[in-house]
Nanobody, 122 residues
Framework: QVHLVESGGGLVQAGGSLGLSCAASGRTFSSSAMGWFRQAPGKEREFVAAISWNGGSTYYADSVKGRFTISRDNAKNMVYLQMNSLKSEDTAVYYC???????????????WGQGTQVTVSS
């Protein structure tokens, strides 16, 4: 089992940067793929980025490619999402998730954090 807690959300101006962190506990973290998803008000939760268990492969939604970077530190049980050149449409609650393989599909993830709010002002 994996317990996930996100942090780092907040208010930032458009064009700015913000870094999210996801702290994981549980002995299966280092063998789990990790993903970041987001949900804006009135919209469905959507895929943002994913990383394989060893960090060797990363995947991004087209909307964030080139602006966001996902990374992980298995020694610290941490996953990160660095967000640059933020836009107002990036405003959402951001969730990290753990699963057996990196995927853009929510149902492929078994464990979810509680989310952290990111608000980008224009």
């Amino acid at each position: 089992q994996v317990h996930l807690v996100e942090s780092g959300g907040g208010l930032v101006q458009a064009g700015g940067s913000l870094g999210l962190s996801c702290a994981a506990s549980g002995r299966t973290f280092s063998s789990s793929a990790m993903g970041w998803f987001r949900q804006a008000p009135g919209k469905e939760r959507e895929f943002v980025a994913a990383i394989s268990w060893n960090g060797g492969s990363t995947y991004y939604a087209d909307s964030v490619k080139g602006r966001f970077t996902i990374s992980r530190d298995n020694a610290k049980n941490m996953v990160y999402l660095q967000m640059n050149s933020l836009k107002s449409e990036d405003t959402a609650v951001y969730y990290c998730a753990a699963g057996p393989s990196a995927s853009a599909t929510m149902r492929r993830y078994d464990y979810w954090g509680q989310g952290t709010q990111v608000t980008v002002s224009s």
